[in-house]
């Protein structure tokens, strides 16, 4: 799709949807970008195949967009659909906010987004007892920093921790790698 540029009345955003392509949830990226076209949003781009669409709207209402992409995506593909919106800047600022070292070759660099702030409290109470050289996790500004060694990002502590049903519809996880893909 021909890129088209952003006026000033326009607001860049991304999309994080969680559990797509995961768990029998499979959605193919040109369905999705198609859906995003189809509420009328401009510059749609989906980046890799774990439900990360950029986009540009000239009403950038976060709860309220928020719900309608939400009810669109369980109407058009038939699955519960949980969505984190973040504008570029909000990106920028999970990646900048990373505070461990990022060396890929041994421990994996996750933020985990957060829709709902109260939820961090929680999240943080399974994370008292981690080994630091398996894992470590801290909090920021609406994510949770995770960095976790190669080969344990599901088996960890503080993976099995998070995976539980109530952090579902509130949470979703992107590699840093992801996140500058997404700036790019």
């Known amino acids: 799709m021909a890129s088209k540029r952003t006026s000033k009345s326009e607001t860049a955003l991304v999309a994080f949807l969680r559990g797509v392509n995961v768990g029998g949830i499979n959605i193919k990226m040109a369905d999705l970008a198609r859906t995003f076209e189809d509420f009328g ?44 919106l973040l504008d570029l800047p909000s990106v920028r600022r999970v990646i900048e906010g990373y505070p461990f070292d990022t060396d890929e070759d041994v421990k994996q660099p996750w933020a985990m987004l957060l829709a709902e702030p109260g939820v961090m409290e929680d999240l943080l109470a399974g994370a008292t007892d981690l080994d630091p050289d398996v894992e ?10 995770w960095e976790v060694t190669r080969g344990q990002t599901t088996k960890s502590v503080f993976a099995k921790h998070s995976a539980k049903a109530r952090f579902k519809a509130v949470t979703t996880t992107r590699n840093l790698r992801t996140l500058h893909k997404l700036l790019a």
């Open 136 to 145: 470590r996790v801290q909090p920021g500004e609406g994510v949770l920093y």
């Open 41 to 84: 949003f401009t510059d749609v781009k989906t980046i890799l195949a774990s439900g990360n669409v950029r986009f540009t709207t000239t009403d950038p209402n976060g709860p309220a967009l928020k719900r309608r992409i939400e009810a669109a995506l369980t109407d058009r593909f038939g699955y519960e659909a949980w969505v984190i």
